[in-house]
């Protein structure tokens, strides 16, 4: 295991629903990411944390809304979302936001129908 | 524009069979590579860093290698394992901004 861990590891929703992913890391990493994984594409980045404070926001669309309480939590709360949506969410950490490797979670497998 | 593309898409050998995987970068400036591994339902595991000045890298029956001149990887798996089935994630890091460039991935998948 990686020290980072998310719940839940799949996920089915409407496109009315709201849900919540969480992502811990166990690791004392100060930054956190939200990556987005589609079939055969290369992984996207979502959000960036570093000590809390969101640091970068790739242009993502509002109904993804990001939430970091501590360095050691991150959730990615969903609202409204689209087909186009289903994918599989990855959550990493990283000492800092420097060129340092990233520790990866299991990720959440969405499926929006 | 900043890319990493790999080759090929998707690989199938079997098991005791070598074989190697190529990644082409067109990103500048570069600070460093790396190869991660990720198997079915897990999340990508970093299997070697490589800086520019680092020609070759081994982590046990892996060997990445590194061409900063004419921005080329390989990863070259030795004696292959059915538990090497996974895919293989090139990512190239930029070097100022520290930004993280994702190919897409190759898929292994070793046959007994």
């Known amino acids: 295991e990686t020290g980072v861990t998310q719940t839940p590891r799949h996920l089915v929703m409407g496109m009315t629903n709201k849900k919540s992913l969480k992502c811990e890391q166990h690791?004392?990493?100060?930054?956190m990411y939200w990556y987005k994984q589609s079939a055969k594409k290369p992984l996207e980045l979502m959000f960036v944390?570093?000590?809390?404070?969101?640091?970068e926001n790739n242009s993502v669309p509002s109904r993804f809304s990001p939430e970091c309480p501590n360095s050691s939590h991150l959730f990615l709360h969903l609202h409204t979302l689209q087909p186009e949506d289903s994918a599989l969410y990855l959550c990493?950490?990283?000492?800092?936001?420097?060129?340092?490797?990233?520790?990866f979670g299991p990720g959440t497998r969405l499926l929006v129908l | 524009k900043n890319q990493v593309e790999q080759s090929p898409q998707s690989l199938i050998i079997l098991e005791g069979k070598n074989c190697t995987l190529q990644?082409?970068?067109?990103?500048?400036?570069?600070?460093?590579l790396r190869w991660y591994k990720q198997d079915t339902g897990r999340g990508p595991v970093s299997l070697t860093i490589?800086?520019?000045?680092?020609n070759t890298k081994s982590n046990g029956r892996y060997t990445a290698t590194l061409d900063a001149d004419t921005k080329q990887s390989s990863l070259h798996i030795t004696a292959s394992q059915l538990s090497d089935s996974a895919s293989y994630i090139c990512?190239?890091?930029?070097?100022?901004?520290?930004?993280?460039?994702f190919g897409a991935g190759t898929r292994l998948a070793v046959h007994p």
């Open positions: 990493a950490s990283s000492p800092g936001t420097g060129p340092e490797t990233q520790y």
């Open positions: 990512v190239v890091i930029s070097g100022g901004y520290n930004k993280l460039i």
């Open positions: 944390y570093n000590f809390k404070e969101q640091t």
């Open positions: 490589m800086t520019f000045s680092e």
């Open positions: 690791l004392g990493h100060n930054a």
């Open positions: 990644c082409n970068y067109t990103v500048s400036p570069f600070s460093n």
